[in-house]
């Protein structure tokens, strides 16, 4: 089936670093997203991962990814009050066009 | 350049109606997809169009329906609208709806059925 978890909150200090987790079902999935969405938005593309790798760095961002135990995990390091948001993790299994299956969203709060 | 953008922002209807949300893809993007967001939720896939074809349908009933037009934008028809379409409506266009094309997100549409 598909399904996406995610843990529903995160509250860190700013200049700790953040871990979001994320597990997905689809082995198929090609390409696993983070986007953002900040209160009152759409969607914000943070990063995202081939299935073929098992770490990308973008500057503060970090993702990981564990293909056999299917989990994903999103590293913001230095987090900023300006990085409250809720967090997506998203999975593009591969025989689905482009359709994108969400998890339900993890809230960071950070705390100055 | 603009980004995708959607029309109206916001929506009230009351049960049973029917509403038309209306979304602009990014230009030279030829795919356009809906989802749906119930608040508290991530989003659900609702259709993908590309070059006025559907190409992907969700788990939605036959109330729901698009459309994509020649200059590649979309509308979304909710038909005998429950308490439970209130959500906000998201668009998001690719160039062309493959899995290697990023997909871009518009601001949405909040729509509340009384």
């Known amino acids: 089936g598909e399904d996406v978890e995610q843990s529903l909150f995160l509250s860190v200090r700013e200049g700790d670093s953040s871990v979001i987790n994320c597990t997905y079902t689809?082995?198929?999935?090609?390409?696993l997203y983070w986007y953002k969405q900040e209160p009152g938005a759409g969607l914000q593309l943070l990063t995202y991962?081939?299935?073929?790798?098992d770490m990308k760095q973008d500057q503060r961002l970090t993702v990981l990814l564990n293909k056999k135990d299917k989990h994903l995990s999103l590293r913001i390091a230095d987090t900023q009050t300006g990085d409250s948001a809720i967090y997506f993790c998203a999975e593009l299994p591969y025989n689905q066009g482009g359709k994108l299956i969400f998890g339900q969203g993890t809230e960071l709060s950070v705390k100055p | 350049d603009a980004g995708v953008t959607q029309s109206p922002t916001h929506l009230i209807k009351t049960r049973g109606q029917q509403v038309t949300l209306r979304c602009s893809p990014i230009s030279g993007h030829k795919s356009v997809s809906w989802y749906q967001q119930v608040l508290g939720q991530g989003p659900q896939f609702i259709f993908q169009?590309?070059?006025?074809?559907?190409?992907g349908r969700g788990n939605f009933p036959d109330r729901f329906s698009a459309r994509q037009f020649p200059n590649y934008s979309s509308e979304l028809n909710v038909n005998a609208l429950l308490l439970g379409d209130s959500a906000l409506y998201l668009c998001a266009s690719s160039l062309e709806g493959t899995i290697s094309d990023e997909q871009f997100f518009g601001p949405g549409t909040r729509l509340t059925v009384l």
């Open positions: 689809d082995s198929s999935s090609t390409y």
């Open positions: 169009y590309y070059e006025k074809e559907e190409r």
């Open positions: 991962i081939f299935s073929n790798m």
